[in-house]
C-alpha cells in the first residue's frame, strides 16, 4: 500500500514561504513587468524596499519570534537580508538579469524598517492581527447590552 505524503505548514510559518516563493519565482525572469506610479523614483528599489519589508513582517509574525524582543526583530531582519542576498546571487544566473548591490540593501533597510514598525506601532500591528473571521464578527456586531443573555 502506497503512503500519502502531506505536507503541513502551520498558516503562520506559511505566508513567509509563499512571498519566498513568489520572489523566487520573480527573480528567474528575464524580463519583470512593473507599473508606471508617476514619480521620478526608482521603482526597482521601492519594490525591493516594500516587497522584502512583507517579508520580514511576516517572519517576524510567526510563533518563534512574535514576542518582539530586540532578539526576534534582529533575527527577523537578518533572515531577510539573507534571503534577498541569495535572491541577487540568483538573479546573477539568469540571463538579462544582474546583480545590485543597491538592491540587497534595499531589501535589508526594508526588513531593518518593517520590524521596527511592527515592533513599535501598536496601531499598524493591530491593523495587520485583525481577524475578519465569522465568529469574530458575530461577538463584535452585536452588544452584550442588545442581547437577551446576560453574562
Known amino acids: 500500500m502506497m503512503s500519502r505524503f502531506a505536507l503541513k505548514i502551520p498558516r503562520p510559518y506559511l505566508w513567509p514561504i509563499l512571498l519566498a516563493l513568489a520572489i523566487f519565482a ?9 507599473p508606471d506610479l508617476g514619480f ?4 526597482d528599489k521601492l519594490a525591493h524596499f516594500l516587497v522584502f ?12 519570534l512574535k514576542n518582539l524582543s530586540a532578539r526576534s526583530l ?5 533572515i531577510t537580508s539573507a534571503y534577498g542576498g541569495f535572491d541577487e546571487f540568483r538573479q546573477s544566473l539568469t540571463p538579462g538579469r544582474s546583480v545590485e548591490l543597491a538592491d ?14 511592527y515592533a513599535k506601532w501598536h496601531g499598524y500591528r ?4 485583525w481577524s475578519i473571521s465569522k465568529q469574530d464578527c458575530d461577538s463584535k456586531s452585536v452588544p452584550d447590552s ?3 443573555n446576560p453574562k
Open 53 to 64: 519589508g512583507l517579508v520580514a513582517t511576516a517572519i517576524l509574525r510567526t510563533p518563534k
Open 146 to 148: 442588545a442581547t437577551n
Open 40 to 43: 521620478q523614483f526608482s521603482k
Open 74 to 78: 534582529i533575527i527577523a531582519a537578518l
Open 26 to 34: 520573480a527573480s528567474g525572469a528575464q524580463r519583470l513587468a512593473t
Open 126 to 129: 493591530r491593523l495587520l492581527e
Open 104 to 117: 540587497w540593501l534595499a531589501d535589508t533597510l526594508g526588513a531593518i524598517v518593517a520590524v521596527l514598525v
